[in-house]
């Protein structure tokens, strides 16, 4: 080994660690990016949010779900609208209230699982299942209605 090739190959160490050292600075720069971001919800009123994100697939799926699909499109439209229903429960805690915000939070998280459930047994084709977990999800969406909407807005599955 000559003297420059050290030379050379104790150039490269010191290149790579420096530019390790570089990134590692400009990694450390951009923390404002790499925060989760803050989920803050559409500024309107829950009669907007129910009407706008839950009548439709509400509507929707009671019919579809009303007997066993005949065919794929049957069963990838109560998938969809479960779909949209669990999620939207979810989205249903991000809507602070003014009381009793443990309550309305349980009735979020109670109607987005069954909702889950009702969707994987869609997704597994078991119609008895994912009805009998329709159902059971529009119990939780009614208890929120008792508790938060004047006992209006009770649902038949
Ligand atoms: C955490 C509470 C809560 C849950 C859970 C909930 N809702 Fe509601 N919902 C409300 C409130 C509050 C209103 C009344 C809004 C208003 O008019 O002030 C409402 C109203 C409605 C309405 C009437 C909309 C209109 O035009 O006035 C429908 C339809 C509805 N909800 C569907 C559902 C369905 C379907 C589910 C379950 C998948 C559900 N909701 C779950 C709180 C909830």
Same mark, same amino acid.
């Given at each position: 080994?000559?003297?420059?090739? #050290?030379?050379?190959?104790?150039?490269?160490?010191? /290149? &790579?660690?420096? +530019?390790?050292?570089?990134? *590692?600075?400009?990694?450390? $720069?951009?923390?404002?990016?790499?925060?989760?971001?803050?989920?803050?919800?559409?500024?309107?009123?829950?009669?907007?949010?129910?009407?706008?994100?839950?009548?439709?697939?509400?509507?929707?799926?009671?019919?579809?779900?009303?007997?066993?699909?005949?065919?794929?499109?049957?069963?990838?439209?109560? #998938?969809?609208?479960?779909l949209i229903l669990a999620? /939207? &429960?979810?989205? +249903?805690?991000?809507?602070? *209230?003014?009381?009793?915000? $443990?309550?309305?939070?349980?009735?979020?998280?109670?109607?987005?699982?069954?909702?889950?459930?009702?969707?994987?047994?869609?997704?597994?084709?078991?119609?008895?299942?994912?009805?009998?977990?329709?159902?059971?999800?529009?119990?939780?969406?009614?208890?929120?209605?008792?508790?938060?909407a004047n006992g209006k807005?009770?649902?038949?599955?």
């Amino acid at each position: 080994m000559n003297f420059s090739y #050290r030379l050379g190959v104790l150039f490269v160490l010191i /290149g &790579s660690v420096g +530019l390790g050292a570089y990134f *590692q600075s400009t990694a450390n $720069a951009i923390p404002a990016h790499s925060l989760p971001p803050e989920l803050v919800p559409v500024d309107t009123n829950m009669h907007d949010f129910m009407e706008g994100m839950f009548q439709s697939p509400y509507r929707r799926l009671k019919e579809a779900i009303a007997s066993e699909p005949k065919d794929n499109n049957g069963w990838k439209a109560i #998938r969809s609208d479960l779909l949209i229903l669990a999620e /939207g &429960s979810n989205l +249903l805690i991000l809507r602070k *209230q003014e009381k009793d915000q $443990a309550k309305w939070d349980e009735y979020g998280v109670a109607s987005k699982q069954a909702g889950e459930i009702a969707f994987k047994a869609a997704k597994q084709k078991n119609f008895s299942e994912s009805r009998k977990a329709y159902e059971s999800m529009l119990i939780h969406c009614n208890d929120c209605h008792k508790a938060f909407a004047n006992g209006k807005h009770q649902l038949a599955p």
